[in-house]
């Protein structure tokens, strides 16, 4: 049955009550009678609408449709602030985060978020995405008419897992850029890129991977537009990414290729690697940014009596079945060199996130290569360890060097052959603007406008499939 803890791991959704803390800025921007002054103006727009969500969500509220009733709260809203730098960005991130009250779901963070100007749409222009307005580098029916030189469907390898879905769907969630090289000789290495719950490729990269890799000597990119924002069953977001390996190397010369995934693109891809066993010889690295291979242990999600949920949600529980069936036969540890990077300070989506049992460490049974690293560790003392988001480590200066470093080396990225001093001594990756910064945090906006309006919400998460469940499958 729907258990009201629900573990998710998506694109901005919860802020935990249960942090309460975290690192000292260590830039102050703004002065106490600005901060004073913005945090008066904010609450006399705000109480009274963190007030209706907590009446609907703890379904005080008279209402049939409490989703349409929370979407109806958050459309008027418009920012009423907007930083100018960085710096103040990321302090005004700080500051809604440990806010008292704290945002207690994906609602309320969304409207503290739109409203403080750190996201670049509303939840208005959100929704323009998520009802289908999907085309050019959103679009999730590309065309993609090369054929790889060996034939990748139905099966790349004797023990892959069947797929469910046709080859047309599989391959028209790859969006090709016109840039891409397809590995041609002196190219750089192709890389995919995985989004996460509640967002396309292109939404969750556009702010910060997409805009580092393309046209660089690091990594030639490509981005997986998975239909439904990957809130149906995860079983399916899996088979995209096992294509989508297939069907680059296939396409691009037999180069290798990377993973770049983010949030629930990382349990994807590991479901990939776990039941595509062709897919392993053919990845060098996989760079996970906030991955919850352990789902998560706390969800202030939308609690709502009696509300059912989208699938994927469902599937992130902490003891999930999807989670558990993941972890299972050597599936919490990697299967290719594996580079995690997460944020104990503040991962608003994933609990824990620090510490031996963080959800987005993975271990290193087969020897394949793994590094986990939390920036607050990693970069203690120092800008680059600071407080980041869910969304915040994809913009995370050490985050992106890790991914660089991986790429250069065989195996996974390690910080030792880093500068450390430097590295850590940004905000965000050098060549990323405050543009960047507020596309990224734009992802939780378009979460939420896409869990509120998802059509196919359900209250027990979908069964596991049959050719999952055998352990004599050998992989």
């Not at 009446?55 to 930083?83: F, N, Q």
């Not at 609990?351 to 690293?373: D, F, I, K, T, Y």
Request: hydrophobic share 40%.
């Amino acid at each position: 049955m729907y258990s009201r803890t629900v573990g998710l791991a998506f694109a901005g959704c919860l802020l935990s009550t249960s942090i309460i803390a975290a690192p000292a800025p260590t830039r102050e921007i703004d002065n106490i009678e600005r901060r004073q002054l913005l945090s008066n103006l904010l609450g006399s727009v705000l109480d009274p609408v963190l007030g209706t969500i907590d009446d609907i969500v703890d379904g005080r509220a008279d209402t049939d449709d409490p989703y349409g009733s929370l979407l109806d709260v958050l459309k008027p809203l418009t920012s009423v602030t907007k930083p100018t730098s960085v710096e103040e960005a990321q302090s005004a991130v700080s500051d809604a985060l440990q806010a008292s009250p704290t945002p207690e779901n994906l609602i309320a963070a969304a409207a503290k978020l739109v409203t403080q100007g750190l996201t670049t749409d509303n939840v208005v222009e959100a929704l323009d995405y998520v009802d289908g307005l999907l085309d050019g580098e959103n679009s999730e029916n590309n065309n993609n008419p090369k054929n790889p030189k060996t034939p990748v469907y139905p099966k790349a390898g004797s023990k892959d897992a069947p797929y469910s879905l046709s080859e047309a769907a599989l391959r028209a969630a790859i969006h090709i850029p016109s840039t891409f090289q397809y590995g041609k000789e002196g190219a750089p290495q192709p890389i995919i890129l995985v989004p996460g719950t509640g967002n396309t490729g292109y939404l969750t990269f556009s702010g910060n991977l997409i805009p580092l890799l393309q046209g660089s000597t690091i990594a030639d990119p490509v981005w997986l537009n998975i239909p439904g924002f990957l809130l149906a069953d995860a079983q399916l977001s899996a088979e995209y990414v096992a294509y989508a390996i297939n069907y680059i190397h296939g396409t691009s010369n037999s180069r290798s290729v990377a993973v770049a995934a983010w949030s629930q693109g990382n349990i994807n891809a590991q479901w990939a690697y776990k039941y595509w066993p062709s897919t392993r010889a053919l990845v060098t690295d996989h760079i996970g940014f906030s991955p919850d291979y352990h789902g998560t242990v706390l969800a202030n999600l939308i609690d709502i009596p009696g509300a059912p949920l989208p699938p994927s949600v469902l599937q992130q529980e902490y003891d999930s079945n999807y989670i558990t069936t993941l972890r299972r036969n050597g599936g919490d540890s990697s299967y290719v060199p594996t580079t995690n990077i997460y944020s104990g300070f503040i991962d608003e989506i994933v609990e824990p996130q620090s510490g031996a049992q963080a959800s987005g460490r993975l271990l290193n049974a087969r020897g394949a290569g793994v590094s986990n690293n939390e920036v607050q560790v990693v970069c203690a003392g120092q800008l680059g360890g600071s407080l980041y988001t869910h969304e915040g480590t994809l913009y995370n200066p050490l985050g992106f060097a890790l991914l660089k470093d991986a790429l250069a080396n065989k195996g996974e990225g390690r910080p030792s052959r880093l500068n450390l001093g430097s590295v850590c001594n940004d905000l965000i990756t050098p060549g990323l603007v405050l543009s960047n910064f507020l596309e990224t945090e734009n992802a939780i906006v378009v979460a939420a406008a896409a869990l509120l309006t998802y059509p196919n919400k359900v209250f027990e998460e979908p069964a596991i499939k049959s050719e999952f469940i055998p352990v004599s499958r050998g992989v």
